[in-house]
C-alpha cells in the first residue's frame, strides 16, 4: 500500500473519530487513540506493519512542535502571577507523582514481570524510573473543556489550570534526567563521575543553551520579516524545530528540552509572541494531533498489554496517590483554601499529550529495546483510561468546591 495513501487513511480516521468522541463528550485525543487501535496492523493488519516502524519523523516533528508549544506557556508575567502557591503545588505533585511510582514500581515489576535476561540494573530500574518520568504531566484540555462547559471559576479551577500548565515543564525534566540515567544502568557504565554526574548535565544543560540559541536565532529572523504573511512563520517555525531537534540528536543533547527552551525563549524575548503562537494554534496543532494520536494508537501491540495489563492499572493506582497526596501536601505548605487543598487533584487525573510522545521516543532509543514495548503499551493504556474518567473526576471535583452547579451547564 503506497505511504501517501496510508497517511490519508490515518488523517481521515483520526479527525472522524476524534469528532464522534467530542459528541459524546469525550477528549478529541481520546477519539485520535481509539482510531490508532482500530487501524492498528496487529488488529485487522490492513495497515502495513513496516509502515508503523517507520513514522520517526512524523512523530519527532509533532513533538518538536508540541514541547515548543509547552515552552510557550511559561511566559514569566504569566507565571509570576500565578503565585507562590502554584508553584509550590506543582512541585510537589510533580515530584510525588515521580516518587510513588518508582518506588511502586521497584517494589513491584519483580514479582509481575519476567523478561528474558531481566536484572535490576538492565530492566528494573530503568523500567521504574522512565515509566515514574511520565507520570507528572496533566492534559489540560480535559479539565478547561469541563471548566469552560460549566462556566467554572474560582480558586480551585484557576489552581488546576495553572497547575496543569506548569507540570508538563516538570515531567519533560523529569523525562531528560531518568533517561539520562537510566541509560547508565542499562548500558551497563561503570560508576565514575563522567558518566554518572557530568554527562547527565551535559546532556541537560546542553539542551538548554541550545534551545535559547535557537529562540534567539527565530526572534532575531523574525525582526526582518514584519510585513510578511503568517506563512512566512510557519516556515521559519517548522525549519528552527527541525534544525534545534535535530542539532540537538546530533550532539547527544535531549531533544524535547531544546525545543521546549527554544519556546520558552520565543514566548518571552519575541514582541510578536501572541501572534506566533496563535498561528500555531489556528494553523498546525490539530493536523498535528490528529496525526501523532492516531499513529500512537497504531503502536499499541496487543500482545504486550494483555500480557502487562496489571502495570497499567498499578501505573493509574500510584500515580493518583502521587497527585492527591502532593497537591494537599504543596497546598499546605503554600497555605492554600480548603477548597484547593481538598480538591485540585481531582482535575489533575488526565493524562495525554506529551506522555505519549516520550514514551514513543524512548522506543526510538535502541538501548532500551527490552522495556520500551512496555513502557508504550502501559502509558497507552493508562492514557485511554485517564481520557475517560479524568473529565468525570474533574466534574466532580469542581462540583464539590462550589465552582459549578448543574444549573450552569
Given at each position: 500500500?503506497?505511504a501517501?495513501?496510508?497517511?490519508?487513511?490515518?488523517?481521515?480516521?483520526?479527525f472522524?473519530?476524534?469528532?464522534?468522541?467530542a459528541?459524546?463528550k469525550?477528549?478529541?485525543?481520546?477519539?485520535?487513540?481509539?482510531?490508532?487501535?482500530l487501524?492498528?496492523?496487529?488488529l485487522?493488519?490492513?495497515?502495513?506493519q513496516?509502515?508503523?516502524?517507520?513514522?520517526s519523523l512524523?512523530?519527532?516533528?509533532?513533538?518538536?512542535?508540541?514541547?515548543?508549544s509547552?515552552?510557550?506557556?511559561?511566559?514569566?508575567?504569566r507565571i509570576?502571577?500565578?503565585?507562590?502557591?502554584?508553584?509550590?503545588?506543582?512541585?510537589?505533585?510533580?515530584?510525588?507523582?515521580?516518587?510513588?511510582?518508582?518506588?511502586?514500581?521497584?517494589a513491584i515489576?519483580?514479582?509481575?514481570?519476567?523478561?528474558?535476561?531481566?536484572?535490576?540494573?538492565t530492566t528494573?530500574?530503568?523500567?521504574?524510573l522512565?515509566?515514574?518520568?511520565?507520570?507528572s504531566?496533566?492534559?489540560?484540555?480535559?479539565?478547561?473543556?469541563?471548566?469552560?462547559?460549566?462556566?467554572a471559576k474560582?480558586?480551585v479551577s484557576s489552581t488546576?489550570?495553572?497547575?496543569?500548565?506548569l507540570?508538563?515543564v516538570?515531567?519533560?525534566?523529569?523525562?531528560?534526567?531518568?533517561?539520562?540515567i537510566?541509560?547508565?544502568?542499562i548500558?551497563?557504565?561503570?560508576f565514575?563521575?563522567?558518566?554518572?554526574?557530568?554527562?547527565?548535565?551535559?546532556?541537560?544543560?546542553?539542551?538548554?543553551?541550545?534551545?535559547?540559541?535557537?529562540?534567539f536565532?527565530?526572534?532575531?529572523?523574525?525582526?526582518?520579516?514584519?510585513?510578511?504573511?503568517?506563512?512566512?512563520?510557519?516556515v521559519?517555525?517548522?525549519?528552527?524545530?527541525?534544525?534545534?531537534?535535530g542539532?540537538a540528536?546530533?550532539?547527544?543533547?535531549?531533544?524535547?528540552?531544546?525545543?521546549?527552551?527554544?519556546?520558552?525563549?520565543?514566548?518571552?524575548?519575541?514582541?510578536?509572541?501572541?501572534k506566533?503562537?496563535?498561528?500555531?494554534e489556528?494553523?498546525?496543532?490539530?493536523?498535528?494531533?490528529?496525526?501523532?494520536?492516531?499513529?500512537?494508537?497504531?503502536?499499541?501491540?496487543?500482545?504486550?498489554?494483555?500480557t502487562?495489563?496489571?502495570?497499567?492499572?498499578?501505573?493509574?493506582?500510584f500515580?493518583?496517590v502521587?497527585?492527591?497526596?502532593?497537591?494537599m501536601?504543596?497546598?499546605?505548605?503554600?497555605?492554600?483554601?480548603t477548597?484547593?487543598?481538598?480538591?485540585?487533584?481531582?482535575?489533575?487525573?488526565?493524562q495525554?499529550g506529551?506522555v505519549?510522545?516520550?514514551?514513543?521516543?524512548?522506543?526510538?532509543?535502541?538501548?532500551?529495546?527490552?522495556?520500551?514495548?512496555?513502557?508504550?503499551?502501559?502509558i497507552?493504556?493508562?492514557?485511554i483510561v485517564?481520557e475517560i474518567?479524568?473529565?468525570?473526576?474533574a466534574k466532580i471535583?469542581?462540583?464539590?468546591?462550589?465552582?459549578?452547579k448543574?444549573?450552569?451547564?
Open positions: 500500500m503506497q501517501i495513501l496510508v497517511v490519508g487513511i490515518v488523517i481521515f480516521t483520526g472522524v473519530f476524534g469528532e464522534i468522541a459528541k459524546v469525550l477528549p478529541k485525543v481520546t477519539g485520535y487513540i481509539l482510531a490508532g487501535i487501524l492498528n496492523p496487529g485487522f493488519n490492513f495497515i502495513p513496516d509502515f508503523v516502524d517507520h513514522t512524523i512523530t519527532n516533528i509533532s513533538l518538536a512542535f508540541i514541547t515548543f509547552v515552552g510557550g506557556t511559561l511566559l514569566y508575567s509570576r502571577k500565578l503565585g507562590k502557591g502554584i508553584l509550590c503545588i506543582t512541585m510537589c505533585e510533580a515530584e510525588f507523582t515521580f516518587l510513588a511510582i518508582v518506588i511502586g514500581f521497584l515489576t519483580p514479582f509481575l514481570i519476567h523478561p528474558a535476561g531481566a536484572t535490576w540494573f528494573f530500574i530503568p523500567l521504574s522512565l515509566i515514574g518520568s511520565l507520570g504531566p496533566t492534559d489540560p484540555a480535559a479539565t478547561l473543556a469541563v471548566a469552560h462547559e460549566y462556566k474560582g480558586d488546576i489550570m495553572g497547575v496543569a500548565a507540570d508538563d516538570t515531567g519533560i525534566i523529569n523525562y531528560s534526567v531518568a533517561i539520562a537510566a541509560g547508565i544502568f548500558l551497563h557504565q561503570s565514575n563521575l563522567y558518566s554518572s554526574i557530568l554527562n547527565p548535565l551535559v546532556v541537560i544543560g546542553g539542551a538548554i543553551i541550545l534551545g535559547i540559541a535557537f529562540g536565532l527565530f526572534n532575531l529572523i523574525t525582526l526582518f520579516v514584519r510585513g510578511e504573511t503568517e506563512g512566512v512563520f510557519i521559519l517555525i517548522l525549519a528552527l524545530l527541525a534544525l534545534c531537534f542539532m540528536a546530533l550532539l547527544g543533547f535531549d531533544e524535547l528540552l531544546a525545543t521546549m527552551t527554544m519556546g520558552i525563549t520565543v514566548v518571552n524575548y519575541n514582541p510578536r509572541r501572541d506566533i503562537f496563535k498561528i500555531l489556528r494553523y498546525t496543532e490539530q493536523l498535528i494531533f490528529v496525526l501523532f494520536f492516531t499513529l500512537s494508537g497504531m503502536h499499541l501491540k496487543f500482545s504486550v498489554l494483555s502487562y495489563y496489571i502495570l497499567v492499572l498499578l501505573f493509574i493506582i500515580r493518583a502521587g497527585k492527591v497526596s502532593g497537591t501536601l504543596g497546598a499546605s505548605i503554600s497555605k492554600s483554601s477548597m484547593v487543598k481538598k480538591y485540585a487533584a481531582g482535575g489533575l487525573i488526565p495525554g506529551i505519549i510522545g516520550l514514551a514513543l521516543l524512548i522506543k526510538q532509543n535502541p538501548a532500551f529495546d527490552g522495556i520500551s514495548d512496555i513502557i508504550i503499551n502501559v497507552l493504556g493508562a492514557t485517564h474518567i479524568g473529565p468525570i473526576l471535583a469542581l462540583k464539590k468546591a462550589g465552582e459549578i448543574e444549573s450552569g451547564k
